[in-house]
């Protein structure tokens, strides 16, 4: 049969297993626990961070439209100036080829004074024959 110390070694050793058994399991719960808490942490943090960046997003998105909008105004300011430059220029090119309203001996004279050789007789002429 067996002995009184034997059944009570048997005891302990139940008893033992039981109290490593408890113990295995309240540090799972603890851990649990805490992976649960950083988990939730981690959660709001991200959730912070996303509605930080939502709220980055539409001011950036504002200021982009912001900016287009100048853009445009400026692109649209120098069209217009352009355009009036070009009406401008177009109005006093109006008719290029003007009869010269110098006089004639004043004409010769200036030639004459520039070293241009055979100084133009017809007033308003240019000494090389180009028109």
């Given at each position: ?8 070694g ?36 991200l ?32 069209e ?32 004459a ?19």
């Amino acid at each position: 049969m067996i002995s009184i110390a034997t059944t009570r070694g048997i005891a302990l050793m139940v008893v033992v297993a039981l109290i490593f058994g408890a113990g295995w399991v309240t540090n799972g719960w603890r851990l649990s626990a805490q992976v649960e808490r950083q988990q939730k942490q981690y959660a709001e943090a991200l959730a912070s961070a996303q509605a930080e960046a939502a709220k980055a997003a539409r001011k950036n998105d504002a200021l982009a439209r912001q900016i287009e909008a100048q853009h445009a105004k400026q692109v649209q300011d120098r069209e217009v100036e352009t355009r009036v430059i070009t009406r401008d220029v177009i109005r006093y090119v109006a008719n290029p080829e003007s009869e010269c309203v110098a006089d004639p001996e004043w004409v010769r004279l200036y030639n004459a004074s520039n070293g241009l050789s055979g100084a133009s007789k017809a007033a308003g002429k240019p000494a090389d024959g180009a028109e």
